[in-house]
């Protein structure tokens, strides 16, 4: 058996570095609040809430005098202003990468650009993506951009967590529809990176497991790009998901994770998978010794 761990697999800097200031709040002012889950992944959300970041869903739900931190994914605007309004200890950890788009966006805007940003519809960074100007759209499909209406300028962003097919994809039909386009490629690194060891991977190895929550587009992105390449791809939350009839006649795993994935998840579904072959082979050797 040959297992092998995607080199980027699980959390990519922004989601790490969100967590960690997440528990370093909640260490130092005893508790932090927090507009929903700081990442997609109920298992972190959990760890969190008991280390003291607690889940609220408004401002009015936070103490007085209690932080409230702003999510990797981003925040509208009307929530910095309502913090900052009432003076509220405000820890931000917006993943910088999707600040940049923010900025981006705005850049376009100015230019007298029509915004048109590629992403799923009711995600969390897309919903800030797109509050940062008025009157922008959301497309998530081909289907969609082709129910486009025509425009002079457009400025074109995406999601950063999109597969390049599906930008690539829109863009194209996009490019029909709009006679001076921008776009802004806002894929992020981290993402990139992942997508394509994915993709590789999947070509490789006889079974590919993907570890993430199935809240997480961005972990049931990566499923989808193992299963087109790969139909024995499967998606887990932990090693409790694993079936031991996945592996059988299998010899060459491979392993990815989303980008809200920890490493002790990681490890764990890693474990799994080795103690699953380790009673496959007890059991052949316990039968060879029954036949003798």
Known sequence: MKLTIAKDAGYCFGVRDAVNMAYDAAEKYGNVHMLGSIVHNEKVVNDLENAGAKIVR????????????????????????????????????????????????????EDGRQIIVIGDHGHDEVIAIADQVDNSIVVATPEEAHQLKKYKRAGLVSQSTQAIENVQEIINIIM?????????????????????????????????????????????????????????????????????????????????????????????????????????LWQKEHSKLKLA
């Open 58 to 109: 408004s401002l009015s739900d936070v103490p007085e005098g209690s932080p409230i931190l702003f999510r990797a994914h981003g925040t509208v605007n009307s929530l910095w202003e309502e913090a900052k309004a009432k003076k509220m200890n405000i820890v931000d950890a917006t993943c910088p990468l999707v600040t940049e788009i923010h900025e981006e966006v705005i850049k376009l805007a």
């Open 176 to 280: 029909t529809k709009v006679f001076d386009l921008h776009f802004v490629n806002t894929i992020c690194y981290p993402t990139k990176r992942n997508h394509e060891q994915i993709k590789e991977m999947a070509v490789e190895n006889d079974i590919m497991v993907i570890i993430g929550s199935f809240t997480s587009a961005n972990s049931k992105r990566l499923t989808q790009l193992a299963s087109d390449r790969n139909p024995c791809s499967y998606q887990v939350t932990g090693a409790s998901d694993l079936k031991p009839e996945w592996f059988e006649k299998k010899e060459k795993i491979g392993i990815s994770a989303g980008a809200s994935t920890p490493d002790y998840l990681i490890t764990e579904v890693k474990e799994g998978i080795e103690q699953i072959y380790k009673e496959k």
